[in-house]
């Protein structure tokens, strides 16, 4: 039963939920929108497939490095574009992703248009999943502490949260450096599963993508990201017998999805919510 | 040298001015990025190629033929995708609008197949001297069409009835229902403008580069709204404005820097101008309320 295929259609769900979670953090959690996300994954796949391929580091210090990497430019981006509100914090990111696109073509050292080859297959089920849960939890942890809930202040009212004391442009930063953080995690591992990069697999489609599980799944709900990265990997895994008319229906979805749904599949739930409201609801019974 | 890119510039900055007018407007009024609106475009270039081949029409026919066209697609897509998201969160619409996006782009594909058709020649290409630089009567044209576009779309907004209707959509919804203004009829009129005005720039541009191809609607699309947001988005002027500098910067850049940068320069020069004026080159202070 588990073939090579589903094992590789696995251990991409794996990755995109990492690169799912990094985002909800960014936007579901913190409220900013990112349309750039593809661009710190590429920064992360970039950094780490270098090392792999120049100076055949072990894989935990490229992965590491990748993703550090990916966190600096968050901060560096971050800095300056944060005070905006926004839209044109969407449109920032955005540009920034086409440019890094843009750098990526013309770098030598990443080998231009032809992108990265032969790089180690170091990812595999395993150390993907192991990293799955780490950040699940990790997260989880993070939400209920004093930064998260810091972050979901700023994400209701801005004003309210600066008014009582949070200082709200570096949390955004924080917010902003840790789910890139994810994001270039995300990107090495993809580099280290395919073995092969190109600067076009991380264009502006790649961002959509990602913020299509956030959305779909539900924005701030952990397990909703999961749920979003899983089906949305392994749909139009399922519409490949439909071929062209793939993307057909993946827009009719995604325009019907939000209709009807719109607050995501998994909007507003979240694991330990979930088994408080079963705990009070038990409570009520009983008396 | 200098005045031929400027010359260019102007140009290409013009189509980039057209497709940023939709984006302006219904961002003005809904608070939406309509992201299906660079898709608009694409389909006008298209619709345009159809009216030339298949009925031999001329340019002005052709462009008219693409903007009607256009306008009802505007619509058709306000109905079926935005409105039954009024009232839920503005990321359901954007998701939607990509959803709309991705729809047409594939569809397109799947029609005419992915690759570049050309214009057919419609009439004499004419090179004018003008100081040390060339100017063809193509390049006139486009500057023309656009400029009388633009004047058409101003003097719309504000010297007509519904203009005025448009403009107080933008100012306050609830307030422009209680004033007797059918909000959603305006909205659709937004639409229908906004995407005449690309499907015009689809034809100009089809003409001009001599090339149309499904594809062709992301990039225009991510330039003119950056445009959009240069000059401030929700202002008309502004987007004029910004559309006209990032096609002159970007032509500049390309003959003064290198042109495998090409697509870098629109979107630094958005970075740069929003850290230091945030909200756009003629946008308003945004005042954050309580």
């Known amino acids: 039963m588990f073939n090579a295929y589903y094992l590789q259609v696995l251990v991409v769900v794996g990755i995109n939920t990492i690169l799912a979670l990094g985002l909800n953090l960014i936007t579901g959690i913190t409220g900013q929108l990112s349309l750039g996300h593809a661009a710190f994954m590429s920064i992360g796949a970039y950094t780490s497939a270098i090392l792999s391929l120049k100076y055949q580091l072990p894989f935990a210090v490229v992965l590491l490095s990748g993703a550090f990497m990916a966190a600096f430019f968050g901060i560096i981006l971050g800095f300056p574009t944060l005070r905006l509100s926004g839209d044109y914090l969407a449109i920032t990111t955005l540009g920034f992703a086409e440019i890094t696109k843009v750098v990526l073509l013309n770098m030598e050292s990443a080998g231009k248009a032809l992108g990265l080859a032969g790089i180690p297959q170091k990812a595999n089920v395993y150390n993907v999943y192991v990293l799955v849960i780490v950040v699940v939890f990790a997260l989880i942890r993070l939400i209920n502490s004093r930064v998260g809930r810091a972050f979901q202040a700023i994400r209701e009212d801005e004003i309210a949260a600066e008014a009582t004391g949070i200082p709200i442009t570096r949390y955004k930063i924080m917010a902003f450096a840790i789910g890139s953080f994810l994001a270039g995690l995300g990107g090495g591992l993809y580099a280290h599963y395919l073995t092969y990069i190109n600067p076009t697999d991380f264009g502006f489609l790649k961002s959509i993508e990602i913020l299509n599980m956030v959305v779909l799944g539900g924005m701030g709900s952990i397990p909703g990201s999961v749920l979003g990265a899983l089906i949305l990997t392994v749909v139009p895994e399922m519409l490949r017998f439909v071929q062209d008319y793939r993307m057909l229906f993946y827009g009719v979805v995604l325009i019907f999805l939000m209709i009807f749904r719109p607050n995501g599949l998994l909007g507003g739930v979240s694991l330990t919510k979930m088994l408080s409201t079963r705990k009070r609801r038990n409570l009520e019974t009983n008396n | ?290």
């Open chain 2, 1 to 290: 040298m200098f005045l031929q890119q400027l010359i260019n510039g102007i140009t290409l900055g013009s189509t980039y001015a057209l497709i940023a007018l939709g984006y302006t407007m219904v961002y003005g009024i809904i608070q939406l990025i309509n992201f299906a609106h660079g898709e608009v475009y694409m389909v006008g270039a298209f619709t345009g190629l159809i009216f030339v081949n298949m009925f031999g029409a001329n340019i002005a026919l052709a462009i008219l033929g693409a903007m009607i066209c256009c306008m009802l697609l505007g619509v058709l897509i306000e109905r079926i995708a935005y409105r039954p998201l009024q009232g839920s969160s503005r990321l359901s619409a954007l998701i939607s609008a990509i959803g709309v996006s991705i729809f047409l782009s594939t569809l397109v594909v799947l029609i005419r197949g992915p690759q570049t058709t050309s214009y057919p020649q419609m009439f004499k290409i004419v090179l004018y001297q003008v100081g040390p630089a060339k100017i063809s009567n193509l390049q006139i044209l486009i500057m023309i069409i656009s400029a009388i576009l633009m004047i058409a779309l101003h003097l719309i907004v504000q010297k007509t009835k519904v203009g005025k209707a448009m403009r107080a959509c933008a100012q306050d919804q609830d307030a422009a229902r209680l004033m007797g203004i059918s909000v959603e009829k305006i909205i659709s009129l937004t639409f229908a403008l906004g995407s005449a005005l690309a499907a015009a720039g689809g034809v100009l541009v089809g003409i001009y580069f001599n090339a149309v191809f499904p594809t062709m609607g992301m990039m225009a699309g991510m330039k003119a709204f950056s445009a959009a947001v240069l000059g401030g988005i929700g202002s008309i002027p502004g987007a004029v404005l910004g559309g006209l500098f990032l096609g002159i910067a970007e032509v500049f850049g390309v003959a003064y820097l290198s042109s495998s940068y090409r697509d870098a320069i629109a979107f630094s020069i958005l970075i740069l101008v929003l850290l230091i004026k945030p909200t756009g080159l003629l946008g308003k202070p945004i005042q954050k309320k309580v």
